[in-house]
């Protein structure tokens, strides 16, 4: 059973920078992993994910070129770094997994999740 568990949340003034981690249990080879966001009264929506090798990554319009996702397999961590922070950034943020790099924008396809960290960035 694969377990997330998400850290690194905090309070931040916009332009600021925060490192949002994900320790994983019981991953498998070739599991994919993502990073999505719920503000108040939205949608989940995807951020980034990564695929197995961390050779491929994807991001969304929204955070591009201002975050940057990464993986450590001999820690089993996933990385969310967070740069140029905004308050339209302000958020619950979930780790999820999946089984292969596809479909990644959807958060129906992830079949694990962590917990949440709140992300809230003071204009």
């Known amino acids: 059973q694969v377990q997330l568990v998400e850290s690194g949340g905090g309070l931040v003034q916009a332009g600021g920078s925060l490192r949002l981690s994900c320790a994983a249990s019981?991953?498998?080879?070739?599991?994919?992993m993502g990073w999505f966001r719920q503000a108040p009264g939205k949608e989940r929506e995807f951020v980034a994910a990564i695929n197995w090798s961390g050779g491929s990554t994807s991001y969304s319009d929204s955070v591009k070129g201002r975050f940057t996702i990464s993986r450590d397999h001999a820690k089993n961590l996933v990385f969310l770094q967070m740069n140029s922070l905004k308050p339209e950034d302000t958020a619950v943020y979930y780790c999820?997994?999946?089984?292969?790099?596809?479909?990644?924008?959807?958060?129906?396809?992830?079949?694990?999740w962590g917990q949440g960290t709140q992300v809230t960035v003071s204009s």
């Open positions: 999820a997994a999946k089984r292969f790099y596809i479909r990644i924008y959807s958060l129906r396809e992830y079949e694990y």
């Open positions: 019981g991953t498998f080879s070739g599991i994919a």
